[in-house]
Nanobody, 126 residues
Framework: QVQLVESGGGSVQAGGSLRLSCAVS??????????MGWFRQAPGKERGAVAS???????TYAESVKGRFTISQDNAKNTLYLQMDSLKPEDTAMYFC??????????????????WGRGTQVTVSS
């Protein structure tokens, strides 16, 4: 099993920055995750992809966040990060960390992930 705990959410004005963290813990029988990602869900909307990274460091981003958000991982600390700059009101959402131990590469496909955190709220005011 893999447990994911997000942190770092909060309220910020448009143009500001936040860094989200996702602490990853896995039981002794779990070798590793193959790829991880960030997703977000605004009230009344479906959950959508933000960014993904795999074990080789390959990354992919949703068009709406390219050039503003950066996904990274610290394997020594078992932590996934999402640096969010130039935030906009439309970035307001609950942000979820996700992981997979399946064969594959970084992907924005929601159904490719089999572990999910509970989320952290990000609110951007204009």
């Amino acid at each position: 099993q893999v447990q994911l705990v997000e942190s770092g959410g909060g309220s910020v004005q448009a143009g500001g920055s936040l860094r989200l963290s996702c602490a990853v813990s896995r039981d002794r029988y779990m070798y590793t995750t193959t790829y991880m990602g960030w997703f977000r869900q605004a009230p009344g909307k479906e959950r959508g992809a933000v960014a993904s990274i795999d074990r080789d460091g390959f990354t992919t981003y949703a068009e709406s966040v390219k050039g503003r958000f950066t996904i990274s991982q610290d394997n020594a600390k078992n932590t996934l990060y999402l640096q969010m700059d130039s935030l906009k009101p439309e970035d307001t959402a609950m942000y979820f960390c996700a992981a997979a131990n399946l064969v594959g590469r970084a992907t924005l496909r929601l159904s490719a992930y089999n572990y999910w955190g509970r989320g952290t709220q990000v609110t951007v005011s204009s």
